[in-house]
Nanobody, 123 residues
Framework: QVQLVETGGGLVQSGGSLRLSCAASGRTFSRYTMGWFRQAPGKQREFVAAISWRGSTTSYADSVKGRFTISRDNAKNTVSLQMNSLKPEDTAVYYC????????????????WGQGTQVTVSS
């Protein structure tokens, strides 16, 4: 069982930066692929980024490549999402998720989810 808690959301101006963190409980955190998804009002949940259990492989949605960076610290049971050059279209609730495989972009492949943190980017 893995419990996930996201922090770091907030309101930022267009072009600004935010860093989201996800704290995981459980001693097996290092076995899990970790992903970030987001969901804007009236839209489906969409993939943002994922990182393999060792951190050696990452995957990003085209819409965030070059602006967002995912990282993890297995010693601290945390995964982070550094978001730079934010745009109004990045506004959404951001969710952290975990899976034992590496199928990064399909939300149905993830076993555990956090409650989400709101990110709002003003123009």
């Amino acid at each position: 069982q893995v419990q996930l808690v996201e922090t770091g959301g907030g309101l930022v101006q267009s072009g600004g930066s935010l860093r989201l963190s996800c704290a995981a409980s459980g001693r097996t955190f290092s076995r899990y692929t970790m992903g970030w998804f987001r969901q804007a009002p009236g839209k489906q949940r969409e993939f943002v980024a994922a990182i393999s259990w060792r951190g050696s492989t990452t995957s990003y949605a085209d819409s965030v490549k070059g602006r967002f960076t995912i990282s993890r610290d297995n010693a601290k049971n945390t995964v982070s999402l550094q978001m730079n050059s934010l745009k109004p279209e990045d506004t959404a609730v951001y969710y952290c998720a975990a899976q034992l495989l590496f199928r990064p972009s399909n939300p149905s492949d993830y076993d555990y989810w956090g409650q989400g943190t709101q990110v709002t980017v003003s123009s």
